[in-house]
């Protein structure tokens, strides 16, 4: 029963929100902030070094990074992502359901003074199923391809102190002889034998990739296909002077270029 008060009163429509949020210049979305996805990294000095030992100058590695907020983040997610993916997923167990046999009960329900069996494949006895065991599965997780790029190069930037840049070596390397290469990396102050390298040659030839391989802390990649694994894991990285070249072109800034704008690309917009 409608009230003598509000008996006849007419309902006017709510409408303020709209003259309000005018009338204070309130906007239902925040302005974008502008984050900043990658940058030029500063030049860094890489000596070059002859294979007798003696110096004979130095390159310049300046590549295309991530921000220093986000760097070690994204760096870590491309390393899980490379790590998870080589899992081949083909563990797999018998559930009770597969395991062969089993068929008949293995004895009475009572008098036996034993617990209550049903099946002799039970998880709870030997020669059972696996209660709850794996099965192939697919691991994969993805990462944007511009998301990995970008943390290979800051890897291989932030790596920049470690490196030591030399000659060709196929030619310091023509035949398969480990020790003439162990012997070949002493000599510019790299030892294999004691601490991890990644050798980064341009184009790997046969004689190095197996005079290589006899080392357990020798790894080879290459200039086109560097793996972040390798490249974290090492104490010393030797890069041949035409694969520095490449990744200098790969993932740094062609002469003439401008530095790409990403700001506008990349912004957080709070409602």
């Known amino acids: 029963m409608q009230s003598a008060a509000f008996r006849g009163t007419r309902v006017q429509p709510f409408v303020a929100c709209a003259p309000l949020t005018r009338s204070l210049n309130i906007s239902r979305r925040a302005a ?24 004979s100058g130095t390159q310049n590695l300046s590549l295309i990074v991530a921000d220093p907020e986000t760097s070690k983040g994204l760096v870590h997610r491309y390393l899980i992502t490379v790590r998870q993916n080589m899992r081949a997923g083909t563990a797999s167990t018998l559930t ?14 009572k008098g036996t003074g ?3 069996r049903g099946s002799t494949r039970s998880p709870l006895i030997v020669g059972g199923g696996v209660a709850f065991g794996p099965k192939p599965r697919d691991w994969t997780i993805g990462m944007n391809k511009k998301e990995r790029r970008l943390a290979l190069a800051t890897a291989l930037q932030s790596a920049a102190p470690d490196m030591v840049v030399v000659g060709s070596v196929a030619e310091a390397v023509p035949e398969v002889k480990t020790k003439n290469l162990v012997a070949k990396l002493e000599s510019i102050g790299v030892f294999p034998m004691e601490e991890k390298v990644l050798l980064i040659v341009a184009e790997p030839t046969e004689a190095v990739a197996l005079s290589a391989r006899n080392v357990e802390n020798l790894s080879v990649n290459r200039a086109e296909a560097v793996r972040i694994y390798d490249l974290l894991n090492a104490d010393r ?25 990403v700001e506008g690309e990349l912004s957080h917009t709070a409602a």
């Open 96 to 109: 009770r359901g597969e395991v062969r046999g089993g068929g008949r009960k293995p004895y009475k329900q």
């Open 32 to 55: 974008p902030t502008p984050i900043r996805a990658s940058l030029l990294a500063p030049a860094a000095p890489i000596t070059v070094r002859g294979w007798d030992g003696s110096e």
């Open 237 to 261: 990285i030797v890069v041949e002077s035409r694969a520095l070249d490449f990744l200098n072109a790969q993932f740094g800034l062609d002469l003439g270029e401008e530095e790409p704008e």
């Open 114 to 116: 034993n617990a209550r």
